[in-house]
C-alpha cells in the first residue's frame, strides 16, 4: 500500500510569486486535505477535497487555491506569496468526504519565503 | 469555532515511566478525536483514534480516554522508550464541517534513559 506522498519535499520563493505544491494520496482515498504548519504550532487546516469539489474551508484568504484530479491527487497553489507563508505544507488522505475518517499525513512541503 | 487545547507543552519521563497528555475542546458537536505523533522532518502519523460514543481505547503501549461531559480527552503512555520521544497532537472534529481537524498546540515528549 503507498501512503500519500508530496512534491517537492522544499521550496524557496521570493514575495508575491506563486507557488503549487502536490500531493498523492494513498491508495483507496478519494479525499485530501491540506494543512498549514507554522514552525513550533499544530497544523491548521486550509481546506479539503471530496470527488474533485471543495468540500469545506478554513481561514485562509482566497489567494489560496486548490484542485483535485480524477485519480484523486491533488494541487495546492499559493498566489502572491507573503513572508507568513513560510511553513510545513502538509497533505492528508482519507476515505469519505462527509465522515469522520482516519487521515493520513505526508511528510509535508517546506515553503520559505525570502 | 472549535477550540482544542492542549497540556502540557513540554514533558520529560524517566524511560519506563508513564506519559499522560490532555486536552480540552470546545464544541459539544466535536465527535472524532485522533492523536497523532510527529518526528522531526516528519508529517504527523496517526497513533490512535477515539469517536464520542467510545469512552477508552487501548492499542498495546496506548491508550486514549475520553470524557465528553467535561469535554476533554488524554493519551496515556505506558513503560515509556527512547523512541516515543517527538511532538504529540491531538485533535478534534466536526462531521459537519467536512472532517476538518483542529489541532492542539503540541506537546513534546522526552523520555530519558
Known amino acids: 500500500e503507498t501512503g500519500v506522498t508530496q512534491s517537492p519535499t522544499h521550496l524557496i520563493k521570493t514575495r508575491g510569486q506563486q507557488v503549487t505544491l502536490r500531493c498523492s494520496s494513498q491508495?483507496?482515498?478519494?479525499?485530501v486535505s491540506w494543512y498549514q504548519q507554522a514552525l513550533g504550532q499544530g497544523p491548521q487546516f486550509i481546506f479539503q477535497?471530496?470527488?474533485?469539489?471543495?468540500?469545506g474551508r478554513g481561514n485562509f484568504p482566497p489567494r489560496f487555491s486548490g484542485l483535485q484530479f480524477p485519480n484523486y491527487s491533488s494541487e495546492l497553489n499559493v498566489n502572491a506569496l507573503e513572508l507568513d507563508d513560510s511553513a510545513l505544507y502538509l497533505c492528508a488522505s482519507s476515505h469519505g468526504g462527509q465522515t469522520n475518517q482516519p487521515q493520513h499525513f505526508g511528510d509535508g512541503t517546506r515553503l520559505s519565503i525570502l | 469555532g472549535e477550540n482544542v487545547e492542549q497540556h502540557p507543552s513540554t514533558l520529560s519521563v524517566q524511560e519506563g515511566d508513564s506519559a499522560v497528555i490532555k486536552c480540552t475542546y470546545s464544541d459539544s458537536a466535536s465527535n472524532y478525536f485522533p492523536w497523532y505523533k510527529q518526528e522531526l522532518g516528519k508529517g504527523p502519523q496517526l497513533i490512535i483514534d477515539i469517536r464520542s460514543n467510545v469512552g477508552e481505547k487501548k492499542d498495546q503501549r496506548i491508550a486514549v480516554t475520553l470524557n465528553k461531559t467535561a469535554k476533554h480527552f488524554s493519551l496515556h503512555i505506558t513503560e515509556t522508550q527512547p523512541e516515543d520521544s517527538a511532538v504529540y497532537f491531538c485533535a478534534a472534529s466536526l462531521r459537519e464541517y467536512g472532517n476538518k481537524l483542529v489541532f492542539g498546540a503540541g506537546t513534546i515528549l522526552r523520555v530519558k534513559s
Open positions: 477535497y471530496y470527488r474533485e469539489e471543495e468540500n
Open positions: 491508495s483507496g482515498h478519494n479525499t
